[in-house]
């Protein structure tokens, strides 16, 4: 078991399972943690749990997120127990949809004030697991390291070092966006290759 000061993942798993810090508790099924190697080098940092997460899996990244994940690793030759992988947002985030897949559930993005609630939990994991690359996933988590909102054009395939993590971000489309945005499909790739060069150099 890793301990950092007073807490370890476990201790902060079961706390994090029972957090009512924003109104995300009342919708959710469960919580949905971080999972993987507490000494990954490499952290992924994505959204918010879907509805697979919430209602049918338990683990972070499954259903059809979950196949992007995989396409994603293979991508990069890493695999999925080499790295540490979780949310910026625990809970599944909502809004009512009478003929959702799982509930009368769709998704949707995780709001500034639950992101801010949230916040507390991935800053414990950061200090636990001290990844030296954060590769983030989307507008999201990359607003949430840097504190404001962004354009992922401005940021997507340009690592930087953040001091305040002492880990290198590297900013990426959101697996899922190249679905909703052909365009983007190739940058996305480009991106990725990008990464790998950039994990041979820095691991
Ligand atoms: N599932 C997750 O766990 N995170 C995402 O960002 C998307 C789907
Ligand atoms: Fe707590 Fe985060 Fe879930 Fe909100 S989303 S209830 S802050 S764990």
């Not at 897949?101 to 916040?119: L, W």
Request: hydrophobic share 35%; aromatic share 10%.
């Amino acid at each position: 078991m890793i301990e950092t000061g007073a807490i370890s993942m476990e201790q902060l798993n079961r706390q994090v399972s029972q957090c009512t810090h924003c109104p995300l508790w009342t919708t959710r099924t469960q919580v949905i943690t971080g999972q993987g190697s507490l000494t990954a080098p490499l952290m992924l940092l994505g959204e918010a749990p879907g509805g697979h997460e919430d209602m049918v899996s338990g683990q972070a990244f499954t259903g059809e997120a979950g196949q992007h994940l995989e396409e994603f690793l293979q991508f990069i030759d890493i695999g999925r127990q080499e790295i540490y992988l979780t949310n910026t947002v625990k809970c599944r985030p909502t809004k009512p949809s009478p003929r959702g897949r799982y509930g009368p559930y769709s998704n949707r993005r995780p709001k500034a004030s639950e992101i801010k609630a949230c916040s507390h939990w991935l800053e414990q994991e950061l200090k636990l697991v001290s990844p030296k690359i954060i590769a983030t996933l989307g507008t999201v988590p990359l607003g949430r390291l840097l504190g404001k909102n962004i354009a992922m054009k401005d940021y997507h395939g340009r690592p930087f070092f953040s001091e305040q993590y002492q880990a290198w971000v590297f900013p990426l489309f959101h697996p899922a966006a190249i679905i909703y945005n052909r365009k983007i499909q190739p940058l996305y790739y480009a991106d990725l290759a990008q990464l790998k060069e950039f994990i041979k150099m820095h691991l």
